[in-house]
């Protein structure tokens, strides 16, 4: 069976920027900071505030009878910029988040010189209050705020401005002393997924659905175990194949000291089959239109002189 892999473990690039839009929203905009005011929503280096309107931003809905395909109401194949203002701006309000973009490793494919953007990672809680100057080289935003409520990885691909979202992981760690149970966070998974199809050597939950968003018979024990390993839940690895669906992974790590408590929460998700399609099917006819539409825009169709 055919399929593909590859390895997003970090971002070649670092731009901290505010809630990107389409062309549609309206453009971003900036002011000095007040006197005393301190870091608070997306920031620039450059003393500047960013304002960011988050509201309306939505999902499409998920047709009924459909299974459960969604992470914090984050569904892929969303636009990438769709996805990073839902995740910087949880429940509709922005939170302080630190953005890392950057191209990072690419396939190895023929991207005809297109600049695609792949990879996003977003954290969301409390800035510290003063940045040093070495933090622009630091590329892990959790490291850059005083309390991290939450840690997003995108992966997306697409022509350039129309990147949608392929797979993602979200890292959910809790505060000392405030840690919930291992049953409870448990618990809420298989109250939105359902049962878990096969639970991994190390305690993943894993939910796998074949390429029609059916679940995988629980007797296909070989298929069960090809298809868990779609996405890893550590890092951002991936594979994509055209006989594997959605896959949803889940790994609850217990609290130091008492292993009835959680620490944190992961989850990744990724559609195998739909990205398969897309890489192995789609992309090439979508880069020679594009770059037929920009030698167009360019006039090199006017034609020689015989």
Request: hydrophobic fraction near 35%.
């Amino acid at each position: 069976m055919k399929y593909g892999a590859t390895s997003l473990a970090g971002a070649a690039l670092l731009m901290l920027v505010g809630c990107s839009g389409t062309a549609e929203d309206k453009p971003s905009e900036t002011r000095d900071l007040a006197a005393g005011e301190g870091p608070s929503g997306a920031m620039t280096y450059f003393g500047k505030k960013v304002e960011v309107d988050c509201r309306g931003i939505a999902m499409p809905p998920r047709p009924e009878g459909a299974p459960v395909d969604d992470l914090r109401g984050l569904r892929l194949g969303v636009p990438l910029d769709t996805a990073i203002r839902f995740v910087q701006c949880p429940e509709g309000e922005e939170a302080d988040s630190i953005l890392l973009e950057g191209d990072g490793p690419r396939l190895s494919r023929d991207e005809a010189g297109l600049k695609i953007r792949s990879f996003a990672r977003v954290a969301t809680g409390r800035h510290q209050a003063r940045w040093g100057s070495t933090d622009v080289l630091n590329y892990n935003p959790r490291n850059r705020l005083d309390q991290v409520d939450a840690e997003w990885s995108l992966y997306a691909d697409g022509m350039p401005g129309q990147e949608k979202l392929y797979a993602l992981w979200l890292v959910q760690p809790f505060a000392k002393d405030g840690e919930p149970t291992i049953a409870s966070q448990q618990a809420a998974l298989e109250k939105k997924y359902g049962k878990p199809a096969m639970v991994g050597d190390r305690g993943q939950f894993f939910w796998l659905l074949g390429p029609e968003g059916k679940p995988l018979p629980e007797f296909d024990r070989d298929k069960l175990r090809e298809c868990s390993a779609g996405i890893s839940i550590y890092g951002t690895q991936m594979n994509w194949r055209s006989d594997c669906g959605l896959t949803i992974v889940a790994q609850i790590e217990p609290a130091y000291g008492n292993p009835q408590l959680a620490q944190a929460v992961r989850v990744a998700m990724i559609d195998a089959a739909r990205y398969y399609d897309y890489e192995v099917n789609r992309f090439p006819a979508e880069r020679d239109a594009y770059r037929a539409a920009q030698a167009a825009g360019a006039g090199a169709n006017e034609g020689g002189k015989f």
